[in-house]
C-alpha cells in the first residue's frame, strides 16, 4: 500500500505565493517521478512539474519560472513552490506517485487565487 499526504493548498491573493507538500508513505521503492498535476472545473487534469529520481525536472510552459519542484529523497516527499500566483491557476492539485507499473495519486488539495 502507498499513501500520498498532500498539505499547503488555500487562498491567496494574485501575485502571491504558496508550497505544497506531497508526503508518500508506505511500499514506496524505485520511484521514477514525483509530481504535481492540476484540474480546473470542467477542465482535464493537467500535468504541472514533476522530477525524476535523480533530480531532472519538467514544468508546464504556462508555470515555468514562476513554480519551482523540489525532492526530499530521504522523506519521499515532493514541494511545489508556487509564486506569482495568478488566477488562472486556481485549480485542485494532485500529487502523483510513479513507481514501476502503477501510478498513485493523492487526494487533491485546493489552490484558489483571487483577483
Same mark, same amino acid.
Given at each position: 500500500?502507498v499513501?500520498?499526504?498532500?498539505?499547503?493548498g488555500?487562498?491567496?491573493?494574485?501575485g502571491?505565493?504558496?508550497?505544497? #507538500?506531497?508526503?508518500?508513505?508506505?511500499?514506496?521503492?524505485?520511484? +521514477?517521478?514525483?509530481?504535481w498535476?492540476?484540474?480546473?472545473?470542467?477542465?482535464?487534469?493537467? !500535468?504541472?512539474?514533476?522530477i #525524476?529520481?535523480?533530480?531532472?525536472?519538467?514544468?508546464?510552459?504556462?508555470?515555468?519560472?514562476?513554480?519551482?519542484?523540489?525532492?526530499? +529523497?530521504?522523506? +519521499?516527499?515532493?514541494? !511545489?513552490?508556487? +509564486? #506569482? !500566483?495568478?488566477?488562472?491557476?486556481?485549480?485542485?492539485?494532485?500529487?502523483?506517485?510513479?513507481?514501476?507499473?502503477?501510478?498513485?495519486?493523492?487526494?487533491?488539495?485546493?489552490?484558489?487565487?483571487? #483577483?
Amino acid at each position: 500500500q502507498v499513501q500520498l499526504v498532500e498539505s499547503g493548498g488555500g487562498l491567496v491573493q494574485a501575485g502571491g505565493s504558496l508550497r505544497l #507538500s506531497c508526503a508518500a508513505s508506505g511500499s514506496v521503492f524505485s520511484i +521514477n517521478f514525483m509530481g504535481w498535476y492540476r484540474q480546473a472545473p470542467g477542465k482535464q487534469r493537467d !500535468l504541472v512539474a514533476r522530477i #525524476s529520481n535523480n533530480g531532472n525536472t519538467d514544468y508546464a510552459d504556462s508555470v515555468k519560472g514562476r513554480f519551482t519542484i523540489s525532492r526530499d +529523497n530521504a522523506k +519521499n516527499t515532493v514541494y !511545489l513552490q508556487m +509564486n #506569482s !500566483l495568478k488566477p488562472e491557476d486556481t485549480a485542485v492539485y494532485y500529487c502523483r506517485l510513479d513507481l514501476p507499473g502503477h501510478a498513485y495519486w493523492g487526494q487533491g488539495t485546493q489552490v484558489t487565487v483571487s #483577483s
